[in-house]
């Protein structure tokens, strides 16, 4: 680690004065966690307070946490139905028909492959933390009959990918299981994963990521843009992150590991920071009423925020199954959109694709 200050967090958990990405000063500005309201998990979350490189941006949460706790809080709580991040792996109708089957965000994604790797049949696709599974959907339509395997602890996850009508989908509880499968992935997807690792996690995770790549594979990641030098009064809820990116902090950290930048952007919404970014009027109300109600949701029983996030969701799905059927040419069209459309500028998520360093 990196020399300490003379700061600490008030449990005599000292601040590194030095990045480790960059080798920045750490600011001696300390942010407090936005945690989920009553919705804490034991209090994992609470004691929690963010640091960041004046240099960079990295952002990163302290003090460590047990990685046992951490383990045991996403097989077991993450996705659980008292949890306001809930997946209901049993209701195969609901989330396969209206959520999985149509996702721009996945499909934006997964048509970079055709740019930067030659994807051949029976090549493996692995996604880290495939979450609902659409990224299994949308490889199986996009690239050439596709071995596809998933890293995902979330109790109830793999019985659910596998009642797709899809070839078998291989699930496994980390990296050195499919390591020690002497399989190497065309494809590894990381989508809003990378996030939910601590930084003292890292130096293994690309060590392992580095074994499982094929030599001409692509890795691609994605992660919320929370550049905490300019988003710390904007950003949303924190839980259950624990590193921060802006979009020089997340291309260091690849150089860093030994990774070569394909593709890097900003993508997703814009944000509405700052008035220099021409946003449309219904964009910015959306905005500031989010603002105004972060407040009070996080202040609610964790029943209430579960309630109005499923009010929330069943919204996105009638939206999502009126754009009619889900095939490759639609996939296609929803997303080669000019680049301005959806890169650029100052928005909420960073996306980036990159190969093993010669």
Known sequence: MASKSKNSLTNNVDVNSLCEICNGNISNNLIDYNDIG???YGGLFQN????????CGLGFGLPVIDNDLIFDFYKYHYRSKTSTFHIDFEDLEDIHEQFVNYSHKTTQQLILIDDYCMFNKNDIFLD???GTGSSFYISSSLLKQPQLYGIEISNGASAFYNRFPLDKINILESLNEFITLNNKAKVI???????HYQLKDLPKLFEDIKKSLDPNGVLIIEVPNVDLRIHANFRGVDTPHFLFFSQDSLCKLLEKYGFELLFQNTCNELYETESKYDINNNSKLKIKLKMLLKGPFNKMPTFLQIYFRKIILFFQRKKWKSHQTFNHINIEVNSRLKDEDIYGGNRTCIR???KLSA
């Open 352 to 354: 980036l694709v990159a």
């Open 128 to 130: 880290i933390g495939p």
């Open 38 to 40: 009553l919705n804490n």
């Open 189 to 195: 997807l990381m989508s809003h994963c990378l996030e």
């Open 48 to 55: 929690l307070k963010l640091c960041f490189c004046d240099k």
